[in-house]
């Protein structure tokens, strides 16, 4: 069956195209930018498009780390996300927003790199650490110096987490770490881990910033993905690891200290779904111009248009969504129940959005160098960590009946 497709033409020009975001503000809530945000914002923009889109390609397909990349984000002054002291970049919430949906527009991949790393690792340490651990901790991490990670799902508790099955035991001056954890980002990479783990004593859930180097912790890189293929995920094994106890972390004492972190990267999930959504709206509208079919551009036909308008007033929607959350955030009104309605509103949304794009650039919506097949893969990571849409759908369905679908 013959296949709709340009593969036979040169689509060079489309592709270096690509790299030129359009414009999607159409409700101008760029309005709403202060000096400062915007300047950070166009910062990023322009390192996406100059400098992740052109290799983007290439090291998601080989699942490559992109260090270069990594090296570069660290000069723009956005590591460690609202973290403020320590070195950290001190983000409000609209310009970490804006930086990860920037991000993810370009490659998801880099993007989760830095929320693991700053918005996880970093974040928590800031939180829940000590002012000695602070000021030992954060500044190398500030400077990627340092790799962080985070781990808390396990192999077999991961919507459940809550039931985590790693141990720590205390001995001495130390505490002794077994378990195993999974799906753990920058996990094979990271010189500090946090670790959670259920004190063997209390019950309690506690939090350790484990040195990666401390024999009986290992990390095996997870082969095989097919989305947000150029960042490692690790299965991490924990065996008689010795953590000093004046690294755990004082301001964690029960799971409760977990999810209220955790709320803070589901507001993420929506932002970086938005920067998904506007790489395929963006990469569809480009192609829809200047693609022509029977003598004329696909964009110039009922059928496209209708589309394209329609992805547009889904993507609108996103970004109402997260300008919302991010005015809570302000105001420290960001909970859990809203986190996670955005979450799930804005993946279901990109998830359609990279489908419509998939479908306008017909065969060539396949190729890595059209870039929507590679956000097509990798939204679907994000529509899964930090909760999943059901779990979200049940979480929110809690909060506006008052009972609880699960236990």
Same mark, same amino acid.
């Given at each position: 069956?013959?296949?709709?497709?340009?593969?036979?033409?040169?689509?060079?020009?489309?592709?270096? @195209?690509?790299?030129? /975001?359009?414009g999607t503000d159409f409700f101008s809530v760029h309005d709403?930018?202060?000096?400062?945000?915007?300047?950070?914002?166009?910062?990023?923009?322009?390192?996406?498009?100059? @400098?992740?889109?052109?290799?983007?390609?290439? /090291?998601w397909d080989a699942a490559e780390m992109s260090w270069d990349?990594?090296?570069?984000?660290?000069?723009?002054?956005?590591?460690?996300?609202?973290?403020?002291?320590?070195?950290? /970049?001190?983000?409000?919430? !609209?310009?970490?927003? %804006?930086?990860?949906?920037?991000?993810?527009?370009?490659?998801?991949?880099?993007?989760?790199?830095?929320?693991?790393?700053?918005?996880?690792?970093?974040?928590?340490?800031?939180? *829940?650490? $000590?002012?000695?651990?602070? @000021?030992?901790?954060?500044?190398?991490? /500030?400077? !990627?110096?340092?790799?962080?990670?985070?781990?808390?799902?396990?192999?077999?508790?991961?919507?459940?987490?809550?039931? %985590?099955?790693?141990?720590?035991?205390?001995?001495?001056?130390?505490?002794?770490?077994?378990?195993?954890?999974?799906?753990?980002?920058?996990?094979?990479?990271?010189?500090?881990?946090?670790?959670?783990?259920?004190?063997?004593?209390?019950?309690? +859930?506690?939090?350790?910033?484990?040195?990666? $180097?401390?024999?009986?912790?290992?990390?095996?890189?997870?082969?095989?993905?097919?989305?947000?293929?150029?960042?490692?995920?690790?299965?991490?094994? %924990?065996?008689?690891?010795?953590?000093?106890?004046?690294?755990?972390?004082?301001?964690?004492?029960?799971?409760?200290?977990?999810?209220?972190?955790?709320?803070?990267?589901?507001?993420?999930?929506?932002?970086?779904?938005?920067?998904?959504?506007?790489?395929? =709206?963006?990469?569809? *509208?480009? =192609?829809?111009?200047?693609?022509?079919?029977?003598?004329?551009?696909?964009?110039?036909?009922?059928?496209?248009?209708?589309?394209?308008?329609?992805?547009?007033?889904?993507?609108?929607?996103?970004?109402? =969504?997260?300008?919302?959350?991010a005015h809570l955030a302000e105001e420290g009104r960001a909970?859990?129940?809203?986190?996670?309605?955005?979450?799930?509103?804005?993946?279901?949304?990109?998830?359609?959005?990279?489908?419509?794009?998939?479908?306008?650039?017909?065969?060539?919506?396949? *190729? *890595?160098?059209?870039?929507?097949?590679?956000?097509?893969?990798?939204?679907?990571? +994000?529509?899964?960590?930090?909760?999943?849409?059901?779990?979200?759908? !049940?979480?929110?369905?809690?909060?506006?009946?008052?009972?609880?679908?699960?236990?």
């Amino acid at each position: 069956m013959a296949v709709d497709s340009t593969l036979d033409a040169d689509p060079s020009g489309v592709r270096d @195209q690509l790299a030129e /975001a359009l414009g999607t503000d159409f409700f101008s809530v760029h309005d709403r930018f202060d000096p400062q945000q915007w300047e950070t914002f166009m910062a990023v923009r322009r390192f996406v498009d100059h @400098q992740v889109l052109p290799a983007a390609p290439a /090291a998601w397909d080989a699942a490559e780390m992109s260090w270069d990349l990594i090296r570069q984000a660290a000069d723009l002054g956005i590591v460690g996300d609202d973290v403020s002291s320590h070195g950290g /970049a001190g983000l409000d919430p !609209l310009t970490s927003g %804006l930086v990860n949906m920037e991000l993810a527009r370009g490659d998801g991949s880099l993007a989760v790199f830095l929320v693991v790393h700053s918005g996880l690792a970093m974040k928590t340490i800031d939180e *829940l650490g $000590s002012e000695e651990q602070k @000021q030992r901790f954060l500044p190398p991490m /500030a400077r !990627l110096e340092t790799v962080g990670a985070f781990a808390l799902t396990e192999p077999d508790h991961g919507s459940d987490s809550v039931a %985590l099955a790693t141990t720590a035991r205390r001995d001495g001056d130390h505490w002794v770490i077994d378990g195993a954890k999974r799906w753990i980002g920058n996990g094979s990479i990271a010189g500090r881990t946090i670790v959670w783990a259920r004190d063997t004593s209390s019950e309690k +859930v506690l939090g350790f910033v484990v040195d990666t $180097s401390t024999p009986g912790y290992s990390a095996s890189v997870i082969p095989r993905k097919g989305s947000m293929r150029s960042v490692w995920q690790a299965d991490i094994e %924990l065996e008689g690891v010795r953590v000093p106890e004046a690294d755990r972390l004082p301001g964690a004492q029960s799971f409760a200290d977990t999810t209220r972190l955790l709320a803070t990267t589901r507001g993420t999930c929506a932002w970086l779904a938005l920067g998904h959504a506007t790489a395929a =709206y963006d990469a569809a *509208l480009r =192609y829809a111009l200047e693609r022509h079919q029977f003598g004329r551009p696909l964009a110039s036909f009922q059928i496209v248009q209708e589309r394209l308008v329609r992805m547009l007033a889904e993507l609108t929607g996103m970004q109402l =969504y997260c300008m919302q959350i991010a005015h809570l955030a302000e105001e420290g009104r960001a909970g859990p129940t809203i986190a996670g309605l955005a979450k799930m509103n804005n993946t279901r949304k990109a998830r359609w959005i990279l489908s419509e794009a998939r479908d306008l650039l017909g065969g060539n919506g396949i *190729l *890595l160098d059209n870039h929507v097949m590679r956000h097509m893969a990798d939204i679907e990571s +994000v529509h899964t960590f930090e909760g999943t849409e059901t779990m979200q759908t !049940l979480i929110v369905g809690r909060e506006i009946t008052g009972l609880s679908a699960f236990t």
